[in-house]
């Protein structure tokens, strides 16, 4: 697809798409397909290829395929595919899910950055700017290809002996957390079961819009504020998600452990310990269902972040201890 920015800086602001991970595999999944502009510049010999030619005034963006730079082109990003510069790039040069391959003679005017691939430049000496970056995360580069070139699957994962270990790995994970946050903190976790007892749509609807908030305070940070500055707003914002993420999914595990425990034993066969275990294995379990696990992940999300939120001790939430 062939995109004039109205930012010179697009590609700048991408190097953070690690942060903006969850917004951007959206984005991915729902266009799993390339757009492009038909115009002269640009030829696709294949349905795996993109050639470009010459696009020296618009950003090139490509969903499951490799790009060619042949010519001139002001910048590109490529989800699930290489990118092969024989040419000249002014700006940045970015692909989540392939490699980057700069021919001896080509030019990369920005950064390069790489997740899931590698920068694989043929000159020993290979022509950039000096005060450009290279980002590489080399991990995973056949995962992130099939996920961007077949979208679906993120949302009904093939069943295999290796995702079967990898879900009693992460039950075991999960109650082993919920573990040692429950001996380190009991109260604080009481409190918050009890709170998504007695209140569960307050809980869910403060978290949805302080999730809402907070994705909106980073959109902000990132296109107004100093490099420094946003850089500080969106590690604030990661700790922040990933403290209540925790916090609430054990929370969430505890209630819903206690919960089936009442329903199913009799009151003189309860242990926490047990209620962990159960909680654990269900939260797995919904977290593992194709497309309901989606449903799940939003749910669990919202819950966790209202949790902390309402997190205060007051009369109320004191009563149903």
Not at 113 to 119: C, E, L, N, V
Not at 254 to 272: R, Y
Request: charge should be neutral; avoid cysteine.
């Amino acid at each position: 697809m062939i995109y004039t920015a109205v930012r010179t800086d697009i590609f700048r602001n991408l190097q953070i798409s690690a942060e903006r991970i969850l917004a951007g595999f959206i984005f991915i999944f729902l266009a799993a397909f390339t757009l492009y502009a038909q115009t002269s510049t640009v030829t696709q010999p294949d349905e795996k290829t993109l050639v470009i030619e010459d696009a020296k005034d618009s950003d090139v963006f490509s969903f499951g395929k490799t790009v060619i730079v042949k010519q001139h082109a002001k910048g590109v990003l490529a989800f699930g595919g290489d990118v092969i510069v024989e040419g000249r790039v002014d700006g940045d040069v970015a692909t989540i899910g392939g490699s980057i391959i700069q021919k001896e003679t080509a030019f990369i005017g920005g950064d390069v950055i790489a997740f899931g691939g590698t920068y694989r430049p043929e000159s020993k000496n290979p022509l950039r700017n000096s005060d450009k970056e290279t980002i590489m995360f080399a991990g995973y580069e056949e995962e992130l290809r099939n996920l961007t070139q077949n979208p679906s699957q993120i949302f009904a994962p093939n069943f295999s002996l290796g995702f079967l270990a990898q879900r009693i790995l992460l039950l075991l994970f999960w109650f082993v957390i919920s573990l040692a946050l429950t001996t380190i903190a009991p109260g604080a976790v009481s409190r918050a079961v009890a709170r998504f007892q007695l209140s569960t749509l307050k809980v869910f609807a403060f978290g949805s819009v302080g999730f809402i908030v907070t994705v909106t305070i980073v959109m902000f940070s990132l296109s107004f504020l100093p490099n420094y500055v946003y850089a500080i707003v969106i590690l604030m914002a990661f700790v922040l998600l990933l403290l209540s993420f925790v916090f609430g999914r054990v929370a969430l595990q505890v209630s819903t452990g206690k919960q089936i425990q009442k329903l199913f034993l009799p009151d003189n066969k309860h242990s926490e310990t047990v209620a962990l275990l159960i909680g654990a294995f269900v939260w797995t379990l919904l977290l593992s269902i194709p497309y309901l696990w989606v449903l799940s992940l939003i749910a669990l999300i919202a819950a966790s972040l209202g949790l902390v939120l309402t997190a205060r001790s007051t009369n109320d939430w004191q009563k149903a201890r």
